[in-house]
């Protein structure tokens, strides 16, 4: 990884750091939101329970609708018959 880039695993393309700054950015928003949804509390061990359950829980609807996102696309982009 000198060269700052990373293959991927199925197509051996290279990730530089300018894609890897977008999910960046995405995981930063995707926290302010978890922040967002804490609201008014200002109990450190609250907090901190809400966070958790709320990463338990949203992590796999994010997932889902990350998945869904991608199933979307490539409907639009490739068609119902693939390529």
Known sequence: MTSGR???ARTARPVGPDVLRAYARLGQDAAALDF???GDVRD???MAE???LGT???ERVY???HRLAQEEL???T???GGR
């Open 6 to 8: 990373v293959h991927t």
């Open 36 to 38: 967002e949804l804490v």
């Open 44 to 46: 450190r061990t609250e």
């Open 50 to 52: 809400r966070l958790t």
């Open 56 to 58: 338990v829980l949203y």
């Open 63 to 65: 997932v889902a609708l």
């Open 74 to 76: 490539s409907s639009r």
């Open 78 to 80: 490739y068609g119902k």
